[in-house]
């Protein structure tokens, strides 16, 4: 079944369309919220657009803007809205095709098609996780394991993101270098650092949100990262900190709207819905076991993504400490 062309299309672009080999690639796993809502779709209809190719990951956002779900290879750690497939080459090729703001539709119950390219998930595995069924009411915050994941952090972080400001915050004594003090986000990171713990000492959340939101560079911002570990760790512990904090979200996401990229925007209202991705679900899974095989994943994330994340982890960490400390 080929999607019709527009007649506005171009006589090279039908000459290239009509050049790709008809076949229908696997999807192999696919969040479950994802396929409900794929099944709530009309058979036949565009259900989105492309909205950004990657060697490894296609993202697509429905039309009214409300969703941004993707495509991956397999060996991309899964996040909710994703789906995954083992069909390398398939994929590559296609992603070496498709252009920006091309229709994704569901042309059958369980087949997707971009351009003519074609994805069955009629056999996909289903990943059903997000935060609150994994919390752990009798698992308690120690030093021991705070100093084990801050150790981590600083043996094998990725030092550019916030890691310098995270280091000068949990290490005070830390002499930072001069080329690290003259870097643009080095001090925007530690002021909200330590706004955040005064902020959280006075029972104030309407503000620390936006010290980090959108800031830093890349597809998802250091502080974006930040903040999902940091909203994460609390909402998986049952941190007094996010139930006071929850009556801000809504408001906060409207604030994150043209702050920062789509994908990150995504991302953080997801982590706000107690969705987040395997990688940082398997540390706060496993923090009190043996977490460092799940630490070394998390930094396949980006070129700091998983360090920035885990910043988060520790400082929030750290706060559920000092709370239990002070009862």
Known sequence: MHARIRNSTSYHENMVISMVPTYTGKIN????????????QSIGEPIGVVH???????NFTTDDGTMLFSLAKNEVIQSPSMMKTCQNDYFSKMCSTIMLTKSICLIDYNLLKIND????FSNAAIWNRNIKPHCQAKLKPTVSRLRLLN??????GATGGIYAAWKSFTYPDWEVPMATRKNIYFSPFLEGLEQLKDDMKADKFDRFFDNFAGL????TPSGDDFLTGLLATWQYFESPLYKKMESCSAKWLQRLKG????VSYFM?????EGQVNEALLNVLDNIDGNPIPHLQRILEMGSTSGTDMLTGVSVAYQQLIDLKEEK
């Open 29 to 40: 796993q696919m969040d479950g919220r994802l396929l409900e809502w794929l099944r709530q």
């Open 52 to 58: 950004s190719v990657f060697d490894n990951v296609v």
């Open 117 to 120: 390219w074609q994805w069955d």
């Open 151 to 156: 150790n981590f952090i600083l043996q094998h």
């Open 216 to 219: 830093g560079m890349g597809l």
């Open 259 to 262: 702050r920062t990229t789509t």
């Open 268 to 272: 953080l209202k997801q982590c706000l």
